[in-house]
Nanobody, 116 residues
Framework: QVQLVESGGGLVQTGGSLRLSCTAS????????MAWFRQGPGKEREFVAS????????YYADSVKGRFTISRDIAKNTVYLQMNNLRLEDTAVYYC?????????WGQGTQVTVSS
């Protein structure tokens, strides 16, 4: 059974930082591209960042470039999202996503709230 468990969300002031973690089990971690998505209040779910398993390439939404960094620890089956200089508009539920050529899995989400 595949599980993606996110952690690290919380309440932070504008300009602050958080690091989200997503630990995967039940899948071969290095065969999956790992990504983060988010869904803000009243908004659709949107792509945030991804780490491609084949070559280590990373991709970011324009709104987070230069502020967020995605990384992967294969030994721990964990993907991270370091979020710096947080803004009010970063408030959302953040979801971890694992993607292969054959299937995709989602975590349950972790809430990030940025306050002024």
């Amino acid at each position: 059974q595949v599980q993606l468990v996110e952690s690290g969300g919380g309440l932070v002031q504008t300009g602050g930082s958080l690091r989200l973690s997503c630990t995967a089990s039940g899948l071969t971690f290095n065969q999956y591209t790992m990504a983060w998505f988010r869904q803000g209040p009243g908004k659709e779910r949107e792509f945030v960042a991804s780490h491609v398993h084949k070559d280590g390439s990373t991709y970011y939404a324009d709104s987070v470039k230069g502020r967020f960094t995605i990384s992967r620890d294969i030994a721990k089956n964990t993907v991270y999202l370091q979020m710096n200089n947080l803004r009010l508009e970063d408030t959302a539920v953040y979801y971890c996503n694992a993607i292969s050529d054959y299937d995709t899995f989602w975590g349950q989400g972790t809430q990030v709230t940025v306050s002024s």
